[in-house]
């Protein structure tokens, strides 16, 4: 089809809207505002979100297993922190990527557009607890709760930070 014919097209989602666009997919004329930029093209939503599905493989059970398998290793992970120190910020992206091999293996190497952050939220929560724990038995039982209290925090925070966004980025597929 030229530019220069005398048919008019018409958004299928907007008829009052004229177009010379067409979804590259299924052939639809579409409006800008309902086109989406692939990097094939412009398609319309409806075809976009059928590619999507294809994409989106996990089961539900997988969330649960994915969340827990996540806390109890960001939970072991951040113990041993707490006894290396400062090198933790050298081991913490490595113990991220370890959670999310794991929980890819545990998981079938299922995916979703959620699923990393599910796991992330995990890994930072299992990262925190221990340390959140022991801050407020120091609280509440110790009469010399001081720096030393504080620093103590330090690097267990420190991992979760590190090892939830290695994480997160191992599972979202993203590479730096």
């Known amino acids: 089809m030229s530019l220069n014919s005398d048919t008019h097209l018409y958004c299928y989602n907007h008829p009052k809207r004229e177009t010379h666009l067409r979804c590259n997919r299924c052939e639809r004329p579409i409006c800008p505002s309902c086109a989406v930029l692939t990097p094939t093209g412009y398609r319309c939503k409806e075809c ?15 969330y649960p297993v994915a969340v827990i398998v996540a806390v109890v290793l960001s939970a072991i992970g951040s113990y041993f922190v707490s006894l290396i120190g400062f090198f933790t910020i050298f ?29 992330a939220a995990a890994v930072f929560v299992g990262g925190i607890a221990l340390v959140l ?12 709760f001081g720096l030393n209290s504080l620093l103590g925090i330090l ?3 420190v991992y ?17």
């Open 155 to 157: 690097w267990p925070v």
């Open 160 to 176: 979760a930070v590190l090892a939830t966004s290695t994480a997160f980025y191992r599972l979202k597929g993203i590479t730096i």
């Open 91 to 119: 081991l913490a992206p490595l113990a991220g990527m370890g959670i999310a091999e794991v929980v890819r293996f545990v998981v079938r190497r299922r995916r979703s557009r959620n699923l990393p952050t599910f796991v």
């Open 133 to 144: 724990f022991r801050f407020v038995l120091a609280l509440l039982f110790s009469s010399q």
């Open 48 to 62: 976009v979100r059928g590619q999507q599905k294809v994409f989106d493989t996990a089961k539900w059970w997988d």
